[in-house]
């Protein structure tokens, strides 16, 4: 397999959707209204994960392309849980792309802890060749959810997800610590918000763009 061509489509198509979201985010901020979404990153996942995952899953190469839909990856991190519902609506009505599952894991939870909205999303591609759709997996979570998804992902990653008793334990009280900063935030959501109003400076509702975003990038699998 020509693992550079097979690729590329979905390399457009997460450059393309980190610029979709971020513009959606400076249209709320021009308008002085309260974005929902706080900032977007986006990956393609690495090949080596490709093929661990192939092996793990028993997935074929001819079936690649529908059997693992989180090649193209994004994560849309919002301020507030309520904010989640407000991009799935946003998503929804899209003309650009097609939602075709969605896994709620904020109000069913995995037994680990982990709290995330996974929307997996048919999204067109225009090349040289013609027009490709592509499946991406979008994430949606809070700053406190991303937080803690980070940490317990590297910690996977180190102890090949058998985590010592210790470790375990303390993964599933800082869970419950960020399900708690969430919901006490969510509590003084207005305050917060009359208060960023006050002090968000004109350049990042006018420089928010392309070439002046504020995201990075993260690498994870």
Do not use: C
Request: charged share 35%; no cysteine; net charge neutral.
């Amino acid at each position: 397999m020509n693992w550079e061509e097979f690729l590329d489509p979905y390399i457009q198509a997460v450059g393309e959707l980190k610029i979709k979201f971020r513009g959606i985010r400076k249209q709320f901020r021009k308008q002085k209204r309260h974005s929902p979404i706080e900032f977007v990153t986006g990956r393609v996942k690495p090949i080596e994960s490709i093929k661990e995952k192939m092996v793990l899953r028993g997935i074929k190469k001819e079936n690649l392309t529908q059997d693992m839909q989180d090649i193209a990856g994004l994560r849309i991190m919002v301020q507030f849980v309520d904010d989640v519902n407000d991009v799935l609506e946003l998503l929804r009505q899209r003309k650009d792309m097609k939602v075709i599952q969605e896994r709620d894991y904020i109000n069913n939870l995995k037994p680990s802890g982990y709290r995330s909205y996974h929307v997996i999303v048919e999204y067109p591609v225009d090349t040289i060749s013609g027009q490709r759709i592509i499946m991406a997996e979008i994430q949606i979570r809070t700053l406190a959810m991303n937080f803690w998804a980070t940490i317990e992902h590297s910690l996977n990653y180190k102890y090949k997800g058998e985590f010592p008793d210790e470790i375990k334990k303390r993964l599933e009280i800082t869970a419950k610590i960020a399900y708690q900063l969430d919901e006490e935030m969510g509590k003084i959501r207005d305050d917060i918000q009359e208060a960023q109003a006050l002090f968000d400076p004109i350049s990042r509702k006018l420089n928010d763009g392309v070439g002046n975003s504020d995201d990075t990038d993260e690498e994870y699998r």
